[in-house]
């Protein structure tokens, strides 16, 4: 009887320590010149791990499709490396069918908006470097760039919780063509809000929801 009871203390510390646990999601995103890279990294306690690296988005102008090679690793072990081709129509298709399954769902923009106030931005840092052939034009678009900038952290500050001041650079190289920009983003939510969230998600959902298909190149 009494191990019995012990199981069912020890299953309902386990569930409470993982719904009361932060899951951290690590973003980085690097551009140089036509050359682009996209990492994806997710932690959850201290043995769950899921890195996902997009190292080469390019456009084929033949198929009009944009092409990339996708690495998967769960923990220490490596899926792999995947080819895959995403055409104009496969993403307008995606996205509006998205927008479809969205229309569906009542209130989400209030659902959606509680989860956003409980995210902790744990880190941001983005570095743009930017030069052209015309001082003037370069001046301009660093210009350009900040005002961008500035907007994004003002709607982050808004709707999420920013744990660290935002870290943002921006450098003129004159006289030069040049474009290099890193972004560095970290966020973390309770995995309980997460459940809750999406629990609401599917409560309030009329119809059944869409699947995001990929295509394989």
Same mark, same amino acid.
């Given at each position: ?6 199981? +069912? ?6 569930? !409470? ?10 973003? %980085? *995103? ?6 682009? $890279? ?5 932690r959850f306690l201290r043995w769950v791990k899921i890195k996902k690296e997009v190292p080469l988005i390019a456009i084929d102008k033949e198929e009009m499709s944009i092409k990339t090679k996708e690495k998967t690793e ?11 081709? *995403? #055409? ?5 298709? /995606? +996205?509006?069918?998205? /927008? ?9 923009? &209030?659902? +959606?908006?509680? $989860? ?15 030069? #052209?052939?015309? @001082?003037?034009?370069?001046? #301009?678009?660093?210009? @350009? ?10 709607? %982050?500050? =808004? *709707?999420?919780? %920013?744990? =660290? &001041?935002?870290?943002?650079?921006? #450098?003129? $190289?004159?006289? /030069? ?7 560095? !983003?970290? +966020? ?5 809000? @997460?459940?809750? @969230?999406? $629990? /609401?998600?599917?409560? *309030? ?13």
């Amino acid at each position: 009887m009494w191990w019995i009871i012990g199981i +069912i203390l020890f299953l309902i510390i386990n569930i !409470c320590i993982i719904i009361l646990s932060r899951l951290y999601i690590t973003l %980085l *995103y690097l551009h140089r010149d036509d050359r682009d $890279f996209l990492q994806v990294e997710l932690r959850f306690l201290r043995w769950v791990k899921i890195k996902k690296e997009v190292p080469l988005i390019a456009i084929d102008k033949e198929e009009m499709s944009i092409k990339t090679k996708e690495k998967t690793e769960v923990g220490s072990k490596d899926k792999g490396e995947q080819s895959k081709s *995403y #055409t104009p129509k496969d993403i307008y298709n /995606q +996205i509006k069918s998205i /927008q479809d399954f969205l229309k569906r769902v009542v209130g989400l923009h &209030k659902i +959606i908006r509680r $989860f956003l106030q409980k995210v902790h931005v744990e880190s941001f840092k983005w570095d743009t470097q930017v030069g #052209t052939p015309s @001082a003037s034009t370069t001046g #301009t678009i660093c210009g @350009a760039i900040w005002s961008v900038k500035g907007c994004i952290v003002g709607i %982050l500050s =808004q *709707y999420l919780q %920013l744990k =660290q &001041k935002p870290e943002m650079y921006v #450098t003129p $190289f004159f006289q /030069q063509k040049h474009s290099v920009t890193r972004l560095e !983003c970290m +966020i973390s939510f309770r995995f309980g809000q @997460a459940i809750f @969230a999406v $629990f /609401q998600i599917v409560r *309030y959902t009329k119809g059944k929801i869409p699947k995001w298909r990929k295509k394989t190149a």
